[in-house]
């Protein structure tokens, strides 16, 4: 059988060249360049353009091709940035600043030759813009859709490099096409461009050990000449080379000695109730000084391996650049992350102190079986004992966990916790306390007041976290603080360190359960101090209790009926009875009054206009944290619409309505309704000007009120005799076994005050700077008081607001830490001007160039930062101090570290491949490293007289 091949059929080659050029035609790329040229420093500042195109339906062809341009608005037209002169020099000459004397270039080869955006800086900028000068072009590259080739193999590069050498022929498009090949890291690229008869063809190549060759400019020229086959004598005046060194000063090398004492302060290890400022590590930046040649004959400057004339003390352009160490670790911001990270932790406390207490019980039981085998054996054979003692310890766990936080730290960290305790009276202890910010925004986010019992319940748990064992030591530590508290609740000292008064829902969670658990020692202090003083009885106290309640409590007798229950939450004054009465035990008579406190003016009563209308002792309202006041919205919520729904509504609502009814009723029988109504709400009682006579308000004397229902079942009833409507002893119980969080809940509820520490820290820090940060306080404290309301931690939002904490932690400590090497330096010509150069430089974060060069104040300035380094180096190793000898100009010489990179651009119009082609333009871009040089090379033929 015979194959037959239909050769009318397009090839899977054929056909991803038809798409390339669909694509060229679809974004209607133009067939030639405006004459235009971009303006300086637009590769930098201007906004690139870019649309993409898939070519996924080619078997084996499936790429992204891409296309990246600036927009005309950063340009302008050759005729406006020609100077008009009387000479009327030729238009490459005068825009490019060279000596060429060809008159005719296509706008592409204006792009390759201008000067203007040599060397851009910019870490975003895509490379080949600043190897070849191109702002327009092409790039090709595998399809993130390809699951089997993801990038593209160098066996296939000459296949997909024709592919674009045909598709920019036909379409006659004029921007270079690229091909990225390899891993994607090493910026691998092949391109091609056809313009007016000329093919420029673009190739790079990327080796590790840097020739001998390559390390100079003149063996650069050598290589350019050598390519473009140019060896005539003569030839070299014809190429022009830009020249940038860059120098850099890392603070990790910088010896810190001497520096000032703050910045060594800050490197002291954090303690008790601090947090931690600054960088990890003194690499969080490096300062570059760029010192460049923008265009000078490539024969006029000799640069060898035995001489070279490229000393940055000669170069006339100088830059300097703050470039911020993105991946340097800064500790308050670490901190703040490190700790929200807990916040999803599921385990519970106790399940950490069951593995310790197991593993140490284990401990315990290896040693008693080893003292039993001891006796076993007997103290004569050795070799057996120790065996035995092997064979024993080899089934006990491989490690053994001590307690995370020895005694003596322990004590340290409750004395700090409990100011008020004997063991912080016997410390004697001066710990470091926040300073109190003045700012009104604050107030507004919901944690605690700085320098609180939970503010330093924080930042003792982010200390124990990072010094005491993590997740264990903070499950040791928090069991420790629940057996203080639950010391102090079952021995009525109140919890120092909290506000005084009722939950307060404007704080922390934390806080407000802080608060509750004061509230009920303190209510049930109040009553044992009343049950003392009476004897077992019911007395009259005067005097009012502290600060949560006005009255007194004390224990509650339980008697069968409920009826006769006593209650001592507030103090009920039998001395308030009629006059003329004796006073006596507690009356069991129905009318006779009871629980009066005082009376209320001279107001009688109205259907007894003889008896005057008494205060009656009332029960104080029960204080209610936010999620014990967002249950009980819940519980009436889900109460039905119906009759008995709304009752059971007004049951929930009026409870302590009902209880003030029943003890008015108590203290003043044969009341009614509008004496009540007198006393406790008096707007509710109008009085008739013109009579005299009072009625009830519209409000309350509708058929069917709340008001009217709740006193027909009010029984009169004084305090004592009451339900309670707070029980200290239940809730106390309560707030406990709230506390007995997960691992995760230590975090979460310490977060807030712990966010509040920080953010206090770092307003301090800005204060003492000099600099302007990049962040306002208000908009950080809006940020923090956001975060924290919504009911959903928003994790994205928590990031956003630690990059700006690390931002701004980031500029004050490397401002800080050049203003102590300015500190350092010596010979500084205008240390107040550079002091200001800093400051401006450190906010900025741009190039900033330097009039002058080396020449100038400043100049000499940052020469001296850069050659302290190399002072301070030499003089470890012995050699004599530098920058003591003078130049012809009087000026300190000084000895500058050897370049951390070096950058040439070398270009030149020549014919090519012969002498008789047309001149095209030939460009090559070279970067020295240490261990490493790229060479990016644009070399054009002509092919008309090729």
Known sequence: MFEITDFTTASDWERFIARLEDAIHDWKLPRSLPETTFLKDSFVTGKWKECNSDITDVPDFEYLIKRLYLPAAYAETLEAAIPATRSDPPRLSSLSKTCFSVNEFPALFEQMLSMENDFPNSATLHPLCRWFGLADFLVITASPFNQIDWQVKEDRIKLIQSSMVIAVANTKCPIPMFLQFGELSRLMFVGVSEVAGFRTLYEIIDLERVPDRMKTLSGLVEIFKDKISQRAEGATQLIKTSIQLTLELNPDEVDFEGLSDELIEDRKPDGLG???????????????????????????????????????????????????????SYRLSDTLMNFAKQVHKKETVQSYLEFLERDIADANA??????????????????????????????????????????????EILAYLFPDSELAKDEQRVFPAFSERSESA??????????????????????????????????????????????????????????????????????????????????????????????????PVHSKSPVYYDGVDADVTDDDDEEDDEFFDCVTDDSGSLPGEAQGPVAQKPLKPEGRKELLGTLTLLRDTGMPLYVPITQESAPMTEDMAQEHLERMVATDDDEDGRAARMRMQSVALVSDMSAFKAANPGCVFEDFVRWHSPRDWEVDSASGEGHLSERMSQAGSAWIEAWDSAEPKSVRKQKRLFDECVEAEKVLSYLTLTIGGVFRHALPMLLQ????????????????????????????????????????????????????????????????????????????????????????????????????????????????????????????????????????????????????????????????????VHRMYTSIRSGEVRIAGAFTEDLMYG
């Not at 054979?381 to 766990?397: Q, V």
């Not at 605690?448 to 330093?456: D, E, G, V």
């Not at 360190?497 to 939950?503: F, L, N, T």
């Open 274 to 328: 601090c947090l931690p400022f600054g960088p990890s590590e003194f690499d969080s930046f490096v300062l570059r000084l760029l010192a460049s040649w923008p265009n000078a004959n490539a024969d006029a400057i000799e640069d060898t391996l035995l001489h070279s004339d490229l000393d940055p003390l000669q170069a006339p352009k100088w830059a300097v650049q703050l470039n911020l160490n993105e991946g340097s």
């Open 366 to 411: 290896g040693d008693q079986a080893t003292a039993v085998l001891n006796r076993l054996t007997g103290e004569g054979d050795e070799r057996l004992r120790s065996r035995l003692s092997k064979a024993l310890y080899s089934r006990l766990p491989t490690f053994h966990l001590p307690v995370p936080i020895d005694a003596e730290s322990l004590n």
């Open 442 to 539: 604050f107030k507004t986010i919901k944690g605690a007041p700085i320098n609180s019992l939970p503010f330093r319940l924080a930042l003792t748990i982010q200390f124990v976290f990072d010094n005491y064992g993590g997740l264990l030591g903070v499950a040791y530590l928090w069991h420790e603080i629940l057996l203080e508290l639950r010391y102090r609740w079952e021995n009525g000292h109140l919890v120092p360190g909290v506000e005084a008064g009722m939950p307060n829902h404007g704080s922390c969670l934390l806080n407000q359960k802080l608060q509750m658990l004061n509230c009920c020692i303190a209510k049930r202090e109040a009553g044992r101090v009343a049950a003392a003083a009476s004897n077992d009885a019911l007395a």
């Open 757 to 920: 520490a920080g953010l206090t820290k770092l307003f301090d820090e800005m204060d003492a700077t000099e600099i302007s940060p990049p962040c306002e306080k208000g908009a950080v404290l809006k940020s923090v008081s956001r975060l924290l309301s919504d009911t959903n931690f928003s994790w994205l939002e928590y990031e956003k607001l630690i990059k700006l904490v690390r931002l701004t932690e980031q500029i004050i400590s490397t401002h800080r830490t050049l203003e102590s090497v300015a500190k350092k330096t010596r010979d500084l010509p205008d240390r107040d001007g550079f002091r200001s150069f800093l400051r401006t430089m450190v906010e900025a974060r741009q190039l900033t160039a330097i009039p002058g060069g080396a020449r100038s104040p400043l100049g000499q300035c940052l020469a001296a930062i850069f050659d302290q380094r190399n002072q301070r180096s030499s003089s470890r190793e012995g050699s004599p101090p530098i920058g003591t000898g003078m130049d012809e100009k009087g000026l300190k010489k000084r000895c500058l570290p050897a370049p951390s990179l070096k950058e040439f651009i070398l270009r030149t119009v020549a014919p090519r491949p012969y002498q008789f082609s047309r001149p095209g």
